[in-house]
């Protein structure tokens, strides 16, 4: 069975930092770009963050460059977002999302690209 799983989500203050991490387990990590999405309560889930398998290509939302960093290790199959200066907006769930080969850079915060989802982590900015 093919799974992702998210982890690292908790209560921060604003100006606070977390590290998720998405680890997969069915499958080697190593030939599939991911995408982190986040979904706050009432709006759609948008695309956060991308890198490409082999790590050559990163993308980031413009409401999050500079912030927010995301890298991988595949000897441990997991990759990781790297949350920095975090604001009440951050407020979300935050979920890995994994497709195999190449995305084309118009298609990286496409929900509709990824064919594995985690269940997704809470993170919460707060004071």
């Known amino acids: 069975q093919l799974l992702l799983v998210e982890s690292g989500g908790g209560l921060v203050q604003p100006g606070g930092s977390l590290r998720l991490s998405c680890a997969a387990s069915g499958f080697a990590l190593d030939s599939y770009g991911i995408g982190w999405f986040r979904q706050a309560p009432g709006k759609e889930r948008e695309g956060v963050s991308y890198i490409s398998s082999s790590s050559g290509s990163t993308n980031y939302a413009d409401s999050v460059k500079g912030r927010f960093t995301i890298f991988r290790d595949n000897t441990k199959n997991t990759v990781y977002l790297q949350m920095n200066s975090l604001q009440p907006e951050d407020t979300a769930v935050y979920y890995c999302?994994?497709?195999?080969?190449?995305?084309?850079?118009?298609?990286?915060?496409?929900?509709?690209?990824?064919?594995?989802w985690g269940q997704g982590t809470q993170v919460t900015v707060s004071s």
């Open positions: 999302a994994a497709s195999k080969g190449t995305i084309l850079w118009y298609r990286r915060f496409d929900t509709k690209t990824y064919n594995y």
